[in-house]
């Protein structure tokens, strides 16, 4: 009888042990693969916008439902996707856009739009409501992003520009093993201009040593502190890591920013490989 009982006890030690390697198994299983993106890089597919929170008097931010509440759009890091839409003729248009979300934000995306008054695509933004439909193709873009790639991000913004800076940030900061720092310098005309604000020095709170925010003003309110007229040489030395082989410097802004900024680096020393424009 002994003997029955600890062959017994042994055998529903064992069963016990089996649960625990294959319930483990597939607890790994469920964090490491990736699930597949909602995204399709050559047939555009519709998305809900289920909610539109107005940020200012031109500036609104969307979210798009994702197929199901498990579901991610499947953007890789710093790339974009095209969004279509109507023109106030009716025509179609065409035009890349950075969500601020990353896929660790599953079953949605959001889009922080800045609707301009002549902008084509402004116009279809400015008329959607939720319950309406929105055409995305993607993902599209040349940057790749692989943790630690760099020592340092320098990063040049300007307008709209910051979406993808914001997007790049978000997923380095969020992510305990990546060590990179980030020094943003953010360019805009008025503060009231500034997008994502709120969020940026939130961020640059809470990783004090990782990230840090310069913002440059064109026509500064009374009492700025900040940066007045257009990022100069002076201020990429002061607020960028220095020319090195394991940094990168990266820009988006309006074209003639992007211009005088690309020479701006090429005149400080950075070489081509350690510049990026998105």
Not at 108 to 135: C, N, T, W
Not at 186 to 195: C, G, H, P, R, S
Not at 224 to 238: D, P
Request: include cysteine; aromatic fraction near 10%; charge should be neutral.
């Amino acid at each position: 009888m002994e003997v029955l009982q600890s062959h017994r006890a042994e055998m529903i030690s064992i069963a016990v042990a089996l649960v625990a390697i294959l319930g483990g198994s597939a607890y790994y299983y469920y964090l490491t693969k990736k699930p597949k993106g909602c995204l399709d890089p050559e047939n555009f597919k519709e998305f809900k916008l289920v909610k539109r929170t107005e940020l200012s008097h031109n500036v609104a931010k969307f979210r798009f439902s994702l197929p199901t509440p498990t579901s991610v759009l499947g953007l890789p890091i710093g790339q974009h996707m095209s969004c279509r839409g109507k023109d106030s003729l009716g025509d179609d248009v065409i035009k890349p856009y950075t969500p601020t979300t990353l896929d660790s934000d599953i079953g949605f995306f959001e889009l922080v739009i800045k609707m301009y008054p002549q902008g084509r695509m402004s116009h279809h933004f400015r008329e959607m409501r939720e319950g309406d439909y929105l055409a995305v193709k993607g993902p599209k873009g040349r940057f790749k992003y692989q943790p630690n790639q760099v020592r340092a991000f320098g990063m040049l913004a300007g307008g709209t520009g910051i979406t993808p800076m914001f997007q790049v940030t978000s997923a380095i900061l969020e992510n305990p093993n990546d060590k990179t720092i980030i020094h943003l310098i953010y360019a805009n005309v008025t503060d009231e201009d500034i997008l994502l604000k709120e969020e940026l020095d939130n961020l640059a709170s809470s990783f004090p040593n990782r990230f840090s925010v310069y913002y440059v003003l064109n026509q500064p309110p009374e009492g700025w502190n900040g940066g007045v007229g257009f990022v100069t040489k002076e201020m990429i030395q002061t607020f960028c890591p220095a020319p090195a082989p394991d940094i990168q410097i990266l820009r988006c802004g309006p074209p003639p920013m992007n211009k005088a900024m690309a020479a701006n680096l090429d005149n400080l020393g950075y070489a081509p490989q350690m510049q990026f424009q998105f």
